[in-house]
């Protein structure tokens, strides 16, 4: 995974290719189509060359790449009822990064399924957690899966959102749940979606965390941030 520093740097078609084994001209065309392909917006022009936040590419890649990777994986391979931990199942569903699904656990809440099992280890002052998957698990999210190579007829419903009210503490801090759906989108999924592609700037930074799930910390923002982003998102 990227650090938070090497995240924000803009990169140019050059160094894109280099690195993700591409032509200038083809990263530009993945640009120009990108309604089509999912390619991240371009951060801003330098004279004439167009540069890109490097986390979104990168980020873009290792989903293309799990979903080369998943056409070809088996619907069932090994024992359903193995446990597996995170970089386990990263490794199963083919991604490179064996953080991805404590990425995706941490930044984009409901979009992963959640673990069957969930160890709280190490001591008071260094706690950390363990979660774990049954194979089977796995499957089932994997044919089941949000987004692109989602298979048509599928009915899987999103979680319901919980009702917020504009009112109250503007201090109050709010998981993303809460700010999704003060904020109207449908899902979570749509809100994260939206987030990571910077069309929620005043949200870019948290103003702290919350306890999630099954004990795990989950990024928020004040009650005031998200009302202030509902404003500027606002017709005017």
């Keep these: 995974m990227p650090s938070n520093t090497e995240a924000r740097r803009l990169v140019d078609a050059v160094q894109i290719g280099d690195e993700f084994d591409l032509s200038p001209g083809r990263v530009n065309a993945l640009h120009a189509d990108r309604e089509k392909t999912g390619f991240p917006a371009?951060?801003?022009?330098?004279?004439?060359?167009?540069?890109?936040?490097?986390?979104?590419?990168?980020?873009?890649?290792?989903?293309?790449?799990?979903?080369?990777?998943?056409?070809?994986?088996?619907?069932?391979?090994?024992?359903?009822?193995?446990?597996?931990?995170?970089?386990?199942?990263?490794?199963?569903?083919?991604?490179?990064?064996?953080?991805?699904?404590?990425t995706y656990m941490r930044d984009h809440p409901g979009y992963f399924a959640e673990p069957d099992v969930v160890e709280h280890l190490g001591s008071e002052e260094r706690p950390w957690t363990r979660m774990q998957w049954y194979r089977r698990t796995i499957t089932a999210w994997r044919k089941e899966r949000p987004g692109r190579g989602r298979r048509e007829g599928n009915t899987r419903t999103p979680p319901a959102l919980p009702k917020v009210s504009s009112d109250g503490d503007p201090d109050e801090l709010l998981a993303a749940p809460q700010a999704a759906a003060l904020l109207g989108f449908k899902s979570v999924n749509t809100f994260s979606s939206s987030l990571s592609q910077g069309n929620l700037p005043l949200l870019k930074e948290s103003d702290g965390q919350v306890p999630g799930s099954r004990g795990r910390k989950s990024r928020a923002w004040t009650r005031r941030r998200v009302l202030d982003q509902k404003a500027a998102r606002s017709p005017r």
């Design 42 to 102: 371009a951060r801003r022009k330098n004279g004439r060359k167009q540069e890109w936040d490097y986390g979104e590419v990168a980020k873009y890649f290792a989903d293309r790449d799990a979903l080369n990777r998943l056409a070809n994986l088996p619907a069932d391979a090994g024992d359903p009822d193995e446990l597996l931990n995170a970089s386990q199942v990263a490794k199963e569903l083919g991604y490179k990064n064996p953080n991805q699904i404590t």
